[in-house]
């Protein structure tokens, strides 16, 4: 039996160190796809860098640009905010004007009113006072008249 184990323990120590020999040649391939995916990365990073550093020379004058706009648009917000205060102020006024002078025109009309309809009842009474009159008028006419014709009729 101690034949066998001796033989048996001839194959093993050339097997283990071949093992470890591709098990160091595997994390030598690890390394070395960690070392150029790392070194990708690194070059990635310097290209996107780059990229953003041009962003940020482009972008710059468009931002200011933005910002220059924006500060205009609220100049400007600002001037219409004021104009249609200005405007509905304006607005305000011109109807309270107008509500006062239509109540200063109805109580003119009111007052023309009365003033027509007493016109009216004292022409009425002067009509009907001449009117009364030209009959007392005409009939004192007539009977002067009937009475000069009797003294015609008489000569």
């Keep these: 039996m101690f ?3 001796s033989e048996a323990a001839g194959w093993v120590g050339p097997t283990a160190a071949i093992s ?3 098990i160091a040649l595997a994390f030598l391939v690890i390394a070395l796809a960690a070392g150029v995916t790392a070194r990708q990365a690194v070059q ?12 940020r020379t482009d972008l710059g004058p468009a931002l200011t640009a933005i910002q220059a706009v924006s500060g ?9 905010g004021a104009e249609a ?13 107008v509500e006062h002078r239509l109540q200063n ?8 009113e009365v003033e027509v309809e007493e016109t009216a009842l ?13 009959g007392w008028f005409g009939l004192l006419r007539r009977l002067l008249g009937s009475a000069r014709r009797l003294r015609k009729r008489r000569r």
Excluded: H, K, N, P
């Design 44 to 55: 990635e990073m310097q290209r996107l860098a780059r990229v953003v550093d041009s962003l």
């Design 85 to 97: 205060e200005a405007l509905v102020s304006s607005s305000r006024r011109l109807r309270e004007g």
């Design 105 to 112: 025109l109805e109580a003119i009309y009111d007052v023309l």
């Design 72 to 80: 205009e648009g609220q100049r400007l917000a600002q001037g219409v």
């Design 3 to 5: 034949l066998l184990q």
């Design 20 to 22: 470890l020999v591709i």
């Design 122 to 134: 004292e022409i009425a009474v002067t009509l009907r006072r001449v009117r009364a009159g030209a």
